[in-house]
């Protein structure tokens, strides 16, 4: 399960007196803690390992989001650090699609819901996420889902 590879990673980080890498995953177990805690208020179950793919790149963004922040405000270390917390936190998400890849799974899902417009488009992103949580970025699958439904 993926809870056990960021623990024994974390342990790992702790032997090689990794500081980067520790703080970075002890961040990651924090996060996933609280969803787990958010989840069990809404009586639903802990979170499984495909839930757990979506809060990593969750994280992922909104680092994204402040290296753009750091790098325009002239903050190149803290740009920097980022950067690194978004190497160590792809590590334990799957190979992303490429665009190619991407085109067929949605050309595929189309195909298999049988949607034939716009109207259709919650139902082939929904069946996407079921299929390929992790392994593609929603927001350009989106832009992509579109095209493909208007034109």
């Not at 500081?19 to 609280?34: G, Q, Y």
């Not at 790098?71 to 920097?80: M, V, Y």
């Amino acid at each position: 399960m993926l809870r056990d590879d960021i623990n024994n990673a974390v342990k790992d980080a702790m032997r090689a007196k990794d500081e980067r890498k520790l703080s970075t995953l002890r961040m990651v177990n924090s996060t996933i803690k609280n969803a787990d805690i958010e989840a069990r208020g809404q009586g639903k179950p802990p979170l499984s390992d495909a839930d757990l793919l979506g809060v990593l790149q969750k994280m992922i963004k909104q680092r994204q989001e402040a290296v753009e922040l750091y790098d325009k405000g002239g903050r190149a270390e803290l740009a920097a650090q980022e950067r690194e917390e978004i190497a160590i936190i792809s590590g334990y998400l799957p190979t992303q699609m490429s665009e190619a890849d991407m085109k067929a799974a949605i050309a595929a899902v189309i195909a298999e819901t049988g949607a034939a417009g716009i109207k259709d488009m919650g139902k082939v992103i929904g069946v996407l996420k079921a299929k390929c949580a992790g392994q593609m970025d929603f927001g350009k699958a989106s832009g992509m889902v579109k095209a493909a439904l208007t034109g």
